[in-house]
Structure formats: C-alpha cells, structure tokens
C-alpha cells in the first residue's frame, strides 16, 4: 500500500519507502563492520519488525541467522502498558550467540529494557539493538541503542510494519496517524 492510498488518515509523511532503505542499507553496511569474522543472530520482534528484518538481513552481506521472539506491551491502544507478555519465545539458544534484536519502534522502552534483560539472562555473549524509529520524548527508561534508524516526535505513526490495531503494517512508508482515525 502506498502513502498516497491512504492520505486522509495521515496527518504528515515522515518517511518514504527509498528513505528507509537508505538508513537500512547505511546500518547494514555499519553491522558488517561491527561483526566481522562473526555470525550475528538477529532476533525480530513480531509483528512489527517484519518488514525491517526482511529488508535488513536481505541488505546484509554477511551471514546472519535469524529468529523471532513477540511481545506485547500494547494490546489495541496507541500507548504502551508497560506490562509486558512473551506472545511466542526464541526457538534458538542463545549461549554465546552474539544477538542484534531488530526493532521496529522504541516507544516508551519499557518493553525492550525487559527484552534486554530477558535475553541477557539466556548467556548470550552480547546483545544490541537495531530499531528503525525512536522517540527520545516518550522515554520512560533510558534504554542503550546501538543502531538507531531515524528519531521521530512523540506522535502515533503507522506503516513499514508498524500498525493500529493491525492496519496500515503494508504501508510502504511512515507517516503520522490523523487521530481521528484512533480517537
């Protein structure tokens, strides 16, 4: 779905398909550097990191293995709860894997603190983070973020994964929700 299917939803574009990846390729190409001579797992986080992990691990020109972990901290709001729920676990082990979790959004952090920690306990020999989009407003926790795409305002966006109560995920870009559309 392109942008301009759905204009009266978004209030603005903040992103276009060929701008994310860009910044997809630009960390790609930082990772191969960072983890060379290594074999990084990259550990998607559903659902919303599935267009980001695809295009990702497919930019990168190295081997990665990969895997998917889904937690929520959502539910059908546009505001984390900060309780947060193992939805499906990792089906590798972790013990001195080198893990980049691939994130599509941090919004508060509370979720991806608890998915740091969580990881971290498995003896995992290191753990970064890759996320697509950060909001440094809404911070509740000062989360560490090794490989961070574009900081974006503390508003509600959607596409390129990102969704509203699991719309607008196919949407070739990132643009700002109107908030009739969630009010």
Known sequence: MELSDIESDLTSVLYTE????????EVARQVEVDYEGRDPLL???????VMVMADFSRELKMSAAMDWM??????????????????????????GRDVIIVEDIIDSGLTLSW???NLRTRGAASVEIFALLR????????????????????????????DFDERYR?????????????S
């Open 18 to 25: 060929e701008q994310i990846h860009a910044k997809i390729a």
């Open 43 to 49: 550990v998607g986080v559903l659902k919303g990191a």
């Open 70 to 95: 889904a937690v929520s901290s959502y539910g059908s709001g546009t505001k984390s709860s900060g309780v947060v729920r193992i939805l499906k676990d990792l089906d590798t082990d972790l013990h």
């Open 115 to 117: 998915l740091l920690d």
């Open 135 to 162: 909001k440094p407003e809404a911070a509740k926790v000062q989360v560490d973020v090794k490989y961070v795409g574009f900081e974006i305002p503390n508003d509600f966006v959607v596409g390129y994964g990102l």
């Open 170 to 182: 196919n949407l070739r870009g990132v643009g700002v929700l109107a908030p009739h559309v969630y």
